[in-house]
């Protein structure tokens, strides 16, 4: 991939959605187990469960479709 | 006075956790390793302001338009939607979608077969030194004010929001991103780009899909507008047959012919600021796709700008005013809606994220001005005008020392901008001072021999100049409203538009009067640079599916499916 360097664009991405993707699933979880005294809006839908579900698995598909090595390698092979 | 007490220096619109602060720290962590990473590899000019012409179709189309989604695209369109209604989706449905169909197809040739790092570049090969120094200076008035507009729309979200002191925030945006972009030149700008892009949807998509449930889905939507506001606040279309008819106060003719026809075609084919993602490209196929691949997202943009405008008419339990308004009385202006709906859905975590799309979004504005800025500066003004003979290496060298002073002519013009009550409109007032008649300028010089050097430069000199004595004229003059717009009941937002109508027919006009009367460049010197002098490579050995052509084709057949849905 002709992206600027030996780490991928979306290797970045992959990071950020992950790490935020945790975070925020984990504090949906928090929130399951201990409700919230003020509670936003539609609170009964979970959002940051699910939301931050998807974020994470998302995130974790970048990270290992393009990891470095992968990349490196696939470079390889195409030249 | 500590940093606790000046972070917190006024009311605040909600409260951040932990985990939410954590997030938006990750974020600042993050890009500035991204600047850092890439620090080796923009050592020369090449790599600095063209990020080494290496970029993928994706990664440039989506820079492309993550260039543009900055502060007024998020918080100003959200602010403009509560206030005009679904209109405010012409700016990014036919006030974007034909202008990057039309950049793709027709224009990216020419820029990228001659190798040209700018547009002014463009112009100077094209018609002399003469227009460049004139385009070159604009686009560095223009894009200095536009940044420091992103600057401060940042600090007052940050203001509203998390009761940040305005002037640290704008301190700490513009620090952050002085530094990644002089690290890292273009090839950092469009790395943060693409992954502030990502970060944007993934904050801001939450709050349309749970701002539906809550308001009962698209029906209770619209039976709510219609008893909160109006039901001509759902049509983007049907209300536009009179002047009276729609909250903008605006004809059709002004969204066809002055918004679809020559503001955004000014704009998405000769800012600098987008096209120059589009110059990063890999090859003349990518770079035609680039485009087009930033329409396609495009068109799907007003799902997290739009419809949370929207969605506040509809759920908020409260009007929201105009800045002066908000002042005044101690209530919320139509600027804070977007933060309003993420208060009102997002919890802790999600408001992180949420809080961290609405600053990439104003850091990737910024940083593409910025980049921008530097490169013409470096190249337009600096080496052509004041150092001929230096070498490569000096000219990055002033390219990062321009990032740094972009960054600090921004901030003062963030402090002017403090001053100006309405910032759509105001940055509406810019784009028709020096985008329309460049688009007119460079339109006929790629698609007209005949346009001679002197024709180019006093068509664009003509044109800026009737845009800027038209403005005068209404703001002198507020009955001349009557003429440039047309009608006494248009309003600050159809002036403009009639007004970049009007620039940019005086800068035709002129341009081919100019070009008749004087000598044109002989054709030999044309190659590269004007249609019918220049060859195309051709494409027919590449299948259907990897045409540019074919996917501008379904992106414009949604475009027109989308119209009139929304009719």
Partial sequence: MKSGGAISIW????????????????????????????????????????????????????????????????????? | MNLATVLLAGPRLVHLSLVDWIIIVFYFVLVLAIGLYLKERSNTGEDFFLAGREMTAWIAGLSFLSANLGALELMGWAAATYQYGILATHWYWIGAIPAM???????????????????????????????????????????????????????????????????????????????????????????NEVLQFILIWAGALLVPIMGLIDAGGWGGLKERVAQNASPAYMHLWGTLGSFSANPMGIHWTGIVFGLGAIISFGYWTTDFLVVQRVLSAHNLRAAKMAPIIGAAFKMFVPFIVILPGLLGLAVLPFKLTGEAAAVATGGQSYNEVLPLMLARYCGPGLLGLGITALIAGFMSGMAGNVSAFSTVWTYDIYRAFIKKDASDRQYVLMGRWCTVLGVLISIGTAYLVMQFLSIMDYVQALFSFFIAPLFGTVLLGMLWKRASPAGGFWGLLAGTLSSIGMWAWVKVDPTALRYVALSPDARDMAENMYRALWSCLVCVLVTVVVSYATKPKPEAELAGLVYGATEIPSEDDVPYYQRPWFWAVIVAAVFVVLNIIFW
């Fill in chain 2, 101 to 191: 169909l039309f950049l793709g197809l027709v224009m990216m040739p020419f820029y990228y077969i001659s190798k040209t790092h700018s547009v002014p570049g463009y112009l100077q090969l094209r018609f002399g030194e003469s227009s460049r120094g004139l385009a070159a200076i604009s686009f560095a008035f223009m894009t200095v004010l536009m940044s420091g507009i992103n600057m401060y729309s940042m600090a007052l979200v940050m203001k509203v929001i998390l009761g940040w002191d305005i002037h640290f925030s704008i301190w700490v945006s513009s620090i952050t991103v002085a530094v990644y972009v002089t690290l890292g030149g273009l090839r950092s700008a469009i790395f």
């Fill in chain 1, 11 to 79: 290797f970045f991405v992959g990071i950020s959605l992950a790490v935020n993707g945790a975070l925020i699933c984990a504090t949906g979880l928090y929130e399951l187990v201990y409700p919230p005294q003020y509670r936003v809006v539609l609170y009964w839908l979970h959002a940051n469960v699910w939301w931050g579900a998807l974020l994470l698995v998302a995130g974790l598909v970048y990270c290992f479709h393009f990891a470095p090595s992968k990349v490196a390698r696939r470079n390889a092979q195409s030249s």
